[in-house]
């Protein structure tokens, strides 16, 4: 079977043969809800049943409603590490913003950063689309290290400090924007993770994110999930209305589904299509999984690791993973890179972490268990060298890895080894019929 395999600039040509071929695994169609802007429209006009613990619109039925007496509007929007539809999104809710008569001056649009850097110009246009000239100027990029620019709100259940971007409390109504895909250790996307990690401070995200070592911060998920439940008390603070307008995309990154109103329900609801749509079954675990990092996931080796984490998920011990990204942006954030630098092997690294925990050293831990149980190889543009201080070998196409990788299995006594293939293993999260 041939297979084109997307990167930036190129297709990859990937060739499997019949007998090896497991299956080739990406999301599963979603039923068609309309076009982009009908189904955002819809949505802003019709929020979902609010949650019956409490509604952070404040019982508003649509935006237009729950902006009525809005003075100071906070819209929170993700960076360009997600496919979120944010331009879209903002184009729906214009009309609405004029007749509400909320003011350009009124409305201040806070990108949800987290711990990672401010959206550059050129990725400020990305974002924003056809929007950038009306909004540009009313953008302002979170930073978690701004300590003037932080209020403590409280602490979660956990003791996490709730430190969030001054702009939640000062303002009046807050739209919170996202979208609703399987994330590693967090369950999902979207939601409450809009505040927490997205406008928190710096020990807030650290303390938060060190939970993702527990083995229930997982993909899928939410109960019992303590980066999770973590986030939801985190909102629980916001005193300020919610509204929520969460998206789903389909597998070809094209708005399948939205809604809106209460944050948690609109988050829940979105979540139930996210799963039947990226939680796909495969007939078993593979000796060889290529996962690769789609536009723009792969603008970074921390942001990639995703698809490393969703396709191990279907990997035999001692098998090979396939990363294709490109990480045109190189490693993000150096911390994970330099423990597991710092380590002489990955169980090593493992213990480093267990004995001191920094941001960035979740990430270290997800590739560390990975790469202690299996061959990790990546197709990129990072340097093979420093690829290696990480256990993470090299290849200069998807077909060279693969074929050092059917080698690899056939000498450790694969008669006829299996190989997937997640052509978006950041957000396809399998799931085996059967564990070997």
Known sequence: MKLAIPYPGKNFSLEIPGENLLCVAGPNDAESAGDEEGILTRALGAAVTPAARGDSSGGKNNLGQFLEGGRKVLVIINDATRPTPTAAMLKAMSPVFKAAGIEPRRLTILV?????????????????????QCFRSR??????RNADEMVLSGFTRRG??????RRIPDADRIVVTGSVEPHYFAG???????????????ESVKTNHGRAL???ARALALEGNPVREDMDDAAGFIRT???SLMTVLDKGQKTAAAFSGDLMTSFREAAELSKKIFCVSVPEKADIVVSVAKHPMDIDLYQSQKAIDNGALALRDGGTLILVASCRDGLGDKTYAGLLASASSPAEALEKIRREYKLGYHKAAKMAM?????RITAVTELPAAELERMFIGSAPSPQAALDEALKRAKDRGAGVPKVLVLPDGCVTVPVTDRGS
């Open 112 to 132: 949800a950063t987290g711990a990672h850097r401010a959206p550059s110009e050129e990725e400020y246009r990305q974002i924003l689309g056809e929007s950038y």
């Open 214 to 216: 527990s083995p229930g």
């Open 241 to 243: 209305p919610v509204f």
């Open 370 to 374: 990975v790469s202690g149980r299996a």
């Open 188 to 202: 999902f996307t979207g939601g409450a993770k809009a505040f927490l990690p997205g406008v928190a401070a710096y």
């Open 160 to 165: 996490t400090p709730v430190i969030l971007n």
């Open 139 to 144: 953008c302002v990029a979170h930073d978690s």
